[in-house]
Each structure stands twice: as C-alpha cells, then as structure tokens.
C-alpha cells in the first residue's frame, strides 16, 4: 500500500473561532493544536479523532486559497489528507501515471509535515493532500 491511511479531512471555514466551538461540541473534543501557516495563508486547527484528523482551516488573508475556495463554494470539506511514508516516491509514481500535483515539490505543512497538493482536476474534483511526518 502507498497510501497508509486518511491521515486528516480538512474543512474550509470562515471563521476559525465559531468553527472551534461548533466543531468542539460535535466532537466533544478541543482541538490539540492550532497553527498559523504563512506560506498558505491559513490557520489551522487540529482534532484528533481516533486514528484520523480533522483539519479547520480559516484564510488569514485575501491572496489564501481558503478565501478563494470559499468565495466559489462556500464553507465544507476541502481536500483529504492520505499518510505516506515516501512523499517524493509518491508524487513521483502519481506523475508517472498522469496525475497533476500543484507543487513540483513537497512544501512544509502544518503540523509538522512535508505535504503536496494533486490537483482536483486529477481525481474528480477531490483535491487530495499526501503528507509525510517529518522526523527531525
Ligand atoms: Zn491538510
């Protein structure tokens, strides 16, 4: 298997906040970490659901791709996040048969990963994340 698992589901939301308290009660959890990524132009909140995550993301400015997102479909799921062990292997191998990643190289993500975009033109309109842990 290339991909382990769902690592996390990131949700678009318009205000990081509100979302929190929502999202802490649906899950009777708070969430673990929160993360500015200025690169992306998001902040992010982390809740850790058994295996799996679930990534609030909120635009910190209007150039993120978060405020476009929402401006074109509103606030709700945003892309799904699939564990690798070998980011470079995988973006290698999903090139190879055609899938377009946004970035031609793994950037680093929230939450201490290397991550890579594939374009949702690639699989159906799901833009999929890979991302690896990054073991310092
Ligand atoms: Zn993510």
Not at 14 to 26: M, P, Q, V, Y
Not at 41 to 58: D, H, M
Not at 73 to 102: P, S, T
């Amino acid at each position: 298997m290339n991909l382990e698992k769902i690592e996390h589901i990131g949700i678009a939301v318009k205000n990081l906040r509100e979302a929190e308290e929502k999202f802490t009660e649906l899950f009777q959890a708070t969430p673990y970490k929160r993360e500015v990524v200025e690169s992306e132009g998001v902040e992010t909140s982390f809740y850790r659901i058994g295996e799996s995550k679930i990534e609030l993301l909120a635009a910190i400015n209007e150039q993120s791709p978060i405020t476009k997102f929402i401006e074109k479909r509103g606030e709700g799921i945003h892309h799904m996040a699939f564990d690798v062990k070998n980011i470079y292997q995988e973006m290698e191998r999903m090139q190879e048969r055609g899938f377009q990643l946004i970035s031609p190289e793994p950037k680093r993500g929230a939450d201490n990963k290397l991550v890579c975009f594939l374009h949702p033109r690639s699989a159906n309109g799901v833009l999929v994340e890979l991302c690896q842990e990054i073991k310092d």
